[in-house]
């Protein structure tokens, strides 16, 4: 039997109805796809809260104003000059290629930030894979800031003093 004669007889699926009256098609439930949308909101609404509010507590025990670390974008901004770092970092971390040397700084800002903390540099470990434990460890812990802080402050002129007489 040749290979043409086997073809021959092989049915046609293409005409038979059998095959073509079957619609394949994919249907996603708008309600299921809904659904995940809002659910994936308030996960992400709830992590912005608690990395804010353990910011929060970093900050203050830093002597920054416990507000900026409520401010999205500003509070990475603020993370880094804490950690000696170019607060400008934080804007580079949104360009492909580049970020990934941003990423460096901010480890290295994470770094920085546990030793004025009182952390060894073994800490850092912690920042890089585990971070919300590394924030919530550093912000309940009862550890002093330790130097001075990296972020530029608002500073009230000293008091003139007034001039003597000799």
Do not use: C
Request: net charge neutral; proline share 8%.
């Amino acid at each position: 039997m040749s290979i043409i004669s086997l073809l021959a007889q092989t049915p046609d699926y293409y005409s038979d109805p059998a095959y073509t009256d079957q619609v394949y098609t994919t249907a996603v439930d708008p309600g299921a796809a809904t659904g995940a949308i809002l659910i994936g909101l308030a996960l992400a609404l709830i992590a912005y809260v608690v990395g804010s509010f353990l910011l929060s507590r970093i900050f203050k025990k830093a002597g920054v104003e416990p507000w900026k670390a409520w401010v999205p974008v500003y509070n990475n901004w603020v993370l880094l000059e804490l950690g000696g770092q170019q607060g400008f970092w934080v804007i580079l971390m949104f360009v492909p290629v580049v970020n990934f040397v941003a990423l460096i700084f901010y480890i290295i800002a994470m770094y920085n930030i546990g030793l004025k903390l009182g952390k060894s540099g073994a800490f850092v470990l912690l920042a890089i894979f585990l971070p919300l434990v590394w924030l919530i460890w550093l912000a309940f812990d009862s550890s002093k800031w330790q130097g001075a802080t990296a972020i530029h402050q608002p500073t009230t002129p000293p008091a003139p003093t007034p001039p003597t007489i000799q």
